[in-house]
């Protein structure tokens, strides 16, 4: 049987406007196999962007 850590593993989503800002999550490997791409808050530049995986 699967650990939780295998199916749910913590990935880092990056701004893509450039400024370095993080957030830290975790995803589900069964629903999300490729990497995710969310459009979140950047509070360095006072406007919501997108936000990719990055390994």
């Known amino acids: 049987m699967a650990k ?3 199916l749910r ?3 880092k989503l990056r701004s ?3 400024t370095g800002y993080t957030y830290v999550t ?4 069964r629903n999300d196999p490729d990497r995710m791409v969310l ?3 950047d509070p360095v ?6 936000f990719r995986e990055e390994r």
Do not use: F, S
């Open 45 to 50: 530049v006072r406007r919501h962007v997108e």
């Open 16 to 18: 893509t406007a450039g």
């Open 9 to 11: 593993p913590i990935i």
């Open 39 to 41: 459009r979140k808050y």
């Open 26 to 29: 975790r995803k589900n490997r």
């Open 4 to 6: 939780a850590a295998d």
